[in-house]
């Protein structure tokens, strides 16, 4: 257990919650490595050759999927404000383990059957992102949300996108047990969420919060003017990213030309996270998500105009630095606006919303690729992404501010954010309280 120690207490998070992060970080790789492997390249496979069903079943089967996780994540979310992420994890984890398992039945090879386990999984997936977003949250040192939550999902994604490789490498190899390694991954997180703690991580006293202030009313004026924004989140990047590949040759790009320009924008992106984080977190997260959309636009502005290979690199790194203002002002905005006590509902919501947006987005990129071509999807980014930065700008009274002062007299409690200095001072005594 030393190693997994010295790694995690790198992150600026409260003492004694690392293992909990942990827990639930291993719970989200093996359940995003078999959801990502099994509907974005298992099925789609070989529902004609072992399932004998027609090829148009496996888009049924992951639309079925999708939609399922999309429309329980508010629940989920409920459910653990409620409950805590430990039960409602398990839950989860334990009807996607059965769900999958009738896959070993002769009565899954049937349409309406196959179509009903992936639903299953669907709402057995749906606490996942919830639990491990709201933990990461809730264990991160006040004023550092932002970076934490960026830090540790970044982190965690290349190991998600492993699952849609091997599933896709050896899905048609008859002598892989695919359902053995599938089934055992899942039975590796149901053990997982056995180690997340049966309650939020945080203090009781945020309950003085919620007695000062109607809840549900509450709730609807702070989550309101995020769901536009969570749309747009999600959105604006499906819009491109789907067909990055059919595009670039029309770019005058090769694979490896496309790989290398994702890299460099990848690239200045991380590189860029710990000075914008650090922005977002110091009580500015609408400023960074402003400027990074403004930069996002700029730049996919740039790509609709088909500039030589040579302007395609410079442009990367503007994309880039966009997202490393967007990524981590969006949770630092999320994790500000929200009252500690009613996040993991609030969230559910949003990601929710999100979903959405990924629904949404390859579609309306296809159909700009289709009517314009290559400067289709690109140009719909860059006005969708002006048009996020303007919302915040006009809207920006409706987001709640982080830099204040200390609250008047009879006045609803309002969490002020440290200052950088103070969050830097605070975590360095945290981390030499944690040694001794």
Known sequence: MPLPRLALDRLPLKPGTASSVLAASL??????????GMYGAYFTQVI??????????????????????TLMRAPAGSLIQ??????????????????????????????????????????GFS?????????????????????????????????VGLGFMVYGAVAKNPDFPIMAMTLGLLVLAVLATLLLPARRLIHHASE??????????????????????????TLTQAIVGNWLFRIAPELGLGYWDLIALLVVGGVVAFGAMPRTGKIADG?????????????????????ALTPPVWALFVLA??????????????????????????RPAAWGILMTVENGGMALGPALGGLTYQLIGAPGPFGLNAVLSIVTAG????????????????????????????????????YARLQEETKT
């Open 127 to 159: 606490p996942v992102w919830p639990a491990m977003m709201n933990l990461t949250a809730d264990a991160a040192l006040p004023g550092y949300e932002g970076r934490t939550l960026t830090l540790v999902t970044s982190s965690l994604m290349p190991l």
């Open 283 to 303: 009580g500015r997260a609408r400023l960074a998500v402003t400027v990074g959309y403004v930069l996002v636009a700029a730049g996919m502005l740039g790509f």
């Open 391 to 426: 919302g915040y700008i006009l809207f920006r009274k409706h987001f709640p501010s982080t830099n204040r002062s200390a609250p008047a007299a009879n006045s609803e409690p309002v969490h002020v954010a440290p200052t950088p200095a103070q969050v830097d001072a605070d």
């Open 48 to 69: 004609d050759t072992q399932y004998h069903l027609p090829v148009a079943v496996a888009g049924m089967v992951v639309a079925a999927h999708m939609i399922a996780d």
């Open 208 to 233: 003085e919060d919620q007695q000062a202030r109607p809840p549900s009313a509450s709730l609807r004026r702070l989550v309101l003017p995020l769901l536009p924004a969570a749309l747009m989140q």
């Open 317 to 342: 790194p503007v994309v880039g630095l966009g997202y490393a203002f967007v990524t981590p002002g969006w949770a630092a905005l999320v994790a500000q606006t929200l009252p500690e006590a009613q």
């Open 82 to 123: 409620k409950y805590g992420p430990q039960k409602v994890a398990f839950a989860g984890a334990v009807l996607s383990l059965v769900a999958l398992s009738l896959l070993l039945l002769p009565a899954a090879h049937s349409i309406w059957m196959v179509i009903l386990i992936a639903a299953l999984h669907g709402i």
């Open 27 to 36: 719970t989200l790789v093996t359940s995003e490595f078999v959801r990502s």
